[in-house]
């Protein structure tokens, strides 16, 4: 079964492992956490099933916000961040998902829950840096400040003209990376692709649209 990180909500201590409180604070992360609890109770009644939390998954058909981003690295307009970019922000590659849940068959559906992360993560500024030297842009990172953006953001939200998720701009300038360490020992799993890669391919991927 795969959820997402979004369940644990802001993380109260780095890296979040599997035993975070959940606490989401939207929609997609609270029925995400419905259905883990679904999951338990069927765990209960005998059933094997190994629940997935990825982070941002990364890959083909899965663009998703990211097209925002291309297009202003397109239009060599600058690239704003929520906060000062110094924060690291995590994602996985949807081949290293499938990879996972392959892990999890092969090992006998463990009745455990895994986070799904890349390894050694860039923070955002040095990440967006490096899509738009990549991409031949003379876009530039543009830091903002955190709160008052995620303030105005949440105002339009509320007016019904959502720019971004709230689950996706609450988190934006917070430091958030999982702990992945009980993926690799119990399943014998490695994330292949890393943060960069993943999002230069994206934009490739973007680019041939």
């Known amino acids: 079964m795969f959820t997402t990180d979004m369940t644990y909500g802001k993380p109260e201590y780095l890296p979040v492992d599997t035993r975070h409180p959940q606490r989401p604070f939207g929609p997609y992360g609270e029925s995400k956490k419905a259905a883990e609890d679904i999951c338990r109770r069927y765990r209960e009644k005998g059933m094997n099933i190994t629940i997935m939390r990825p982070r941002m998954i990364n890959g083909p058909g899965r663009t998703g916000i990211l097209i ?30 499938v990879s996972a849940a392959i892990a999890a068959i092969d090992k006998g559906f463990p009745n455990k829950e895994y986070n799904l992360g890349s390894e050694s993560s860039p923070d955002i500024r040095h990440l967006l840096q490096g899509v738009i030297r990549d991409a031949g842009s003379h876009s530039f990172v543009l830091p903002t400040p955190g709160r008052l953006v995620k303030f105005i953001l949440g105002i339009f939200a509320s007016l019904g003209m959502p720019i971004m998720y709230k689950e996706q701009y609450m988190i934006a300038d917070e430091e958030y990376v999982l702990d992945i360490s009980e993926t690799v020992r119990d399943l014998d799993w490695r994330p292949r692709y890393n943060d960069e890669d993943m999002l230069k391919e994206a934009y490739r991927m973007y680019k041939q649209k």
Request: with cysteine.
């Open 68 to 97: 925002k981003l291309f297009k202003l690295i397109d239009r060599n307009l600058p690239v704003p961040t929520i906060g000062n970019g110094k924060n690291h922000y995590q994602m996985v590659s949807v081949f290293d998902c």
